[in-house]
């Protein structure tokens, strides 16, 4: 993993309101990479690895219908998701989706 990739996931997992990070290889499956903190781990963490890599795919696909042929290629670069409870930052890019979950109360 480079050196960049791995400085940020720990400056993330730092942070005293994240409550954790997923690490999803993209493709036909969405595998965790890597993940920290408590809600990521076991089947909870295959639950969230397979609804953000479908939240992903659903909002891109209605993208590309809404944009039409005139944004040709035009791509999600940061989705940010908020419930009652928590918040979710969704970074995709073309090898892998980044997922941190984090507590936004002040």
Do not use: C, W
């Amino acid at each position: 993993m480079p050196a960049e990739l791995e400085q940020t996931l720990a400056l993330l997992s730092s942070h005293r309101s994240v409550l954790g990070y997923i690490l999803l290889s993209r493709g036909d499956h969405v595998s965790i990479i890597r993940h920290s903190g408590v809600v990521f781990e076991g089947e909870q963490g295959k639950k969230y690895a397979s609804v953000i890599g479908k939240m992903v795919e659903s909002v891109q696909a209605g993208l590309e219908e809404v944009s039409g042929s005139e944004n040709d290629g035009d791509q999600i670069r940061f989705m940010r998701i908020r419930t009652k409870r928590h918040e979710i930052m969704i970074s995709p890019d073309e090898r892998y989706l980044l997922a941190v979950l984090h507590d936004p109360a002040p």
